[in-house]
């Protein structure tokens, strides 16, 4: 069920964001960028996509980025950011759960030749992953890897402020433990992320 959702979710963005962008493209912007460095901030939250556990809210968080951009169509990103989260269901016991990476990195395919005032992309990437207990020691935290897939769009307020609204998939594998018996488990967030940067 929540696969399904997480579909519906990807190919509602892209419904939207298309056709927002054939809208929104004028020829104050029909021009190859000349910024090529963005830094930003971002604020989140995770909706958990299969309840492995630690069983998580959707809590909240944030993080830093720096995006370069090669030409129109490519850009590759590098961001750390942290979620905080309260356990429920299964893990109701557990509260303040910090999620984070150091660092995820994106490689973002835009979807139009030309720059334009609302700008959809689509990524892909990797990142190292951590995963700190709360209240209940369990055995559930722990580090790993994951690769992830991002649909989002970026919206030129001004030539040098962008605003950024999409979607980050993720499948991690989080190692609980290294000595005695060794456990690991599977993290699966969708992340939900709003951004605001400058370029230059």
């Known amino acids: 069920m929540k ?54 809210d959707m809590g909240i968080g944030g993080g830093i ?10 850009s590759f990103m590098l961001e750390g950011f942290f979620t905080l989260q309260n356990g429920k269901g299964a893990s109701a016991a557990e509260n303040t759960i910090y999620f984070f990476a150091i660092p995820a990195a994106t490689f973002k395919v835009y979807f139009l030749d030309s720059l334009a005032q609302i700008d959809p992309y689509i990524g892909v990437g990797v990142g190292f992953y951590g995963l700190l207990e709360g209240d209940d020691s369990n055995n559930t935290g722990g580090f790993g890897v994951g690769a992830q897939i991002e649909v989002g769009l970026e919206y030129l307020v001004a030539d040098n402020l962008v605003l950024g609204v999409g979607g980050t998939y993720r499948s991690i594998g989080i190692i609980n433990s290294l000595s005695g018996t060794a456990n690991a488990s599977v993290y699966m967030p969708y992340t939900l992320f709003g951004r605001i940067a400058y370029r230059f």
Do not use: C, H
């Open 65 to 74: 980025f720096f995006d370069y951009r090669f030409n129109q169509r490519f």
């Open 3 to 56: 696969k399904k959702i997480f579909s519906q979710i990807i190919m509602t963005v892209l419904m939207i964001t298309i056709p927002l962008s054939a809208w929104a493209y004028d020829d104050e912007y029909a021009t190859t960028t000349s910024y090529t460095r963005t830094v930003g901030v971002n604020v989140m939250g995770n909706i958990q996509l299969v309840d492995t556990l630690p069983v998580m």
